[in-house]
């Protein structure tokens, strides 16, 4: 994975925060100047906070680790959606589904459900259903397709978090953090870093700033994930016990 130089930063808009008036005070450090009344981001710390979270996430994919992508700004969900597909993560880029976290096992009956739907439509069992019945079965569909088509493959709880803006995603924070979900986040001016557990200080705004560390963040899923497959011959070959010959026993005949 090609690390981006500071320039290739620039030239994305990392570096640009917000206005000064809406600093939050501990994202201080961060801040390495401000120009017209506006915060500018320390890229030297961007780079050094990026490459230890890069690091962790790969560690994470190369444990098994589900990392469920979030990203529901509306600049982000393309970027997020793509890069969440790009590495086999599951992700959410419309509002946040409420009990995703604290009622995981409703969740996992709706998502049940969406794809029973989804398989009567494929298979066209659909059509033992009158018209009136189909129109609105398919509705329903569009819905979950719109909501739940990012999750199809969640069979359980995440063991982490991607969230493309702190700021933006106030609900599913409040949430994961009552589950005690490790985050890993972007972190602009306005936003309070101790809300996470790692965090990227960049621009949540801009198109390219997105989608560079969405991408980022997917190449180090995909290397984790190579690593998990290179290592699972040698774990598999570790882990077996070698069975004992069993014992035949002969049994002469009775003359």
């Known amino acids: 994975m090609k690390m981006p130089d500071i320039m290739e930063m620039l030239k994305a808009g990392i570096h640009f925060g917000h206005q000064t008036s809406r600093r939050h005070p501990k994202m201080e450090e961060y801040i390495f100047t401000t120009r017209n009344g506006v915060n500018v981001i320390d ?22 680790k589900v990392i469920l ?24 880029t419309e509002r946040w589904i409420g009990g995703l976290l604290t009622n995981f096992s409703e969740v996992k009956n709706r998502l049940k459900k969406y794809k029973e739907l989804k398989e009567e439509f494929a298979s066209g069992e659909i059509e033992k259903y009158t018209k009136k019945e189909i129109v609105s079965l398919k509705k329903k569909l569009e819905k979950m397709d719109k909501y739940l088509a990012g999750l199809v493959d969640l069979e359980k709880m995440p063991d982490v978090l991607y969230v493309a803006s702190l700021h933006n995603e106030k609900t599913a924070i409040k949430e994961t953090q009552r589950t005690g979900t490790p985050i890993i986040a972007v972190c602009d001016t306005n936003s309070n870093p101790t809300k996470a557990d790692y965090i990227i200080p960049a621009n949540d705004d801009a198109v390219n700033s997105i989608k560079m560390i969405v991408d980022l963040v997917a190449e180090a899923v995909i290397e984790g994930k190579q690593e998990l ?17 069993e014992r035949r026993v002969i049994q002469e005949e009775s003359v």
């Open 229 to 245: 497959e290179a290592n699972k011959p040698k774990e598999e070959k570790r882990n077996i016990i070698p069975k004992k010959p």
């Open 69 to 92: 992508f979030i990203g529901t700004k509306s600049q982000a969900r393309q970027f997020v959606g793509d890069a969440a597909r790009k590495c086999g993560m599951p992700y959410l």
């Open 43 to 64: 890229l030297e710390k961007t780079k050094t906070q990026l490459e230890s979270v890069l690091s962790e996430i790969k560690s994470l994919a190369a444990q098994g």
